[in-house]
């Protein structure tokens, strides 16, 4: 686990260390990955997100991709600006998200505990990079 410093100008964030179980291609900075407990079950392993997965968000990947059974970081607490979200049901600044099933984005979620929050507006189509709050710890 990484803790940014902590400084007056960015915001907290805390990272972590996975590794990338999806087999067939590399996770890229700022999809959303889920813990998989469908295949490794350790701890470690990170996947797109299914149905059975949509409530074990790990975090966002950041930095840089990550290559199929290799490791890297994602961002699992705090500000995240280049996080991949789904606009196509409208979204508003603050309201909650979750991971959307079958894609490696967030989505709108309207019952029960959320993981992420939007950190601006978006109604305008399929997933692009925009601004959120993560609380995946």
């Not at 990338?20 to 813990?35: C, E, L, P």
């Not at 469908?38 to 991709?65: E, F, M, N």
């Not at 699992?76 to 099933?101: E, F, M, P, R």
Request: net charge neutral.
């Amino acid at each position: 686990m990484f803790f940014q410093r902590v400084n007056r100008s960015d915001p907290e964030k805390v990272f972590i260390s996975v590794k990338n179980s999806y087999s067939t291609a590399a996770i890229t900075v700022g999809q959303v990955v889920a813990w998989d407990y469908t295949t490794d079950a350790d701890g470690v392993g990170v996947t797109r997100p299914t149905t059975a997965l949509l409530k074990c968000t790990a975090g966002v990947v950041v930095d840089a991709s990550v290559a199929a059974s290799e490791y890297g970081l994602i961002q699992t607490y705090g500000h995240n600006a280049d996080a991949l979200v789904d606009g196509t049901s409208g979204l508003a600044a603050g309201g909650a998200l979750i991971s959307k099933n079958a894609t490696f984005n967030f989505d709108k979620y309207s019952t029960g505990h959320s993981i992420a929050f939007c950190g601006e507006t978006y109604s305008t189509g399929a997933a692009a990079v925009k601004k959120v709050f993560l609380r995946c710890m």
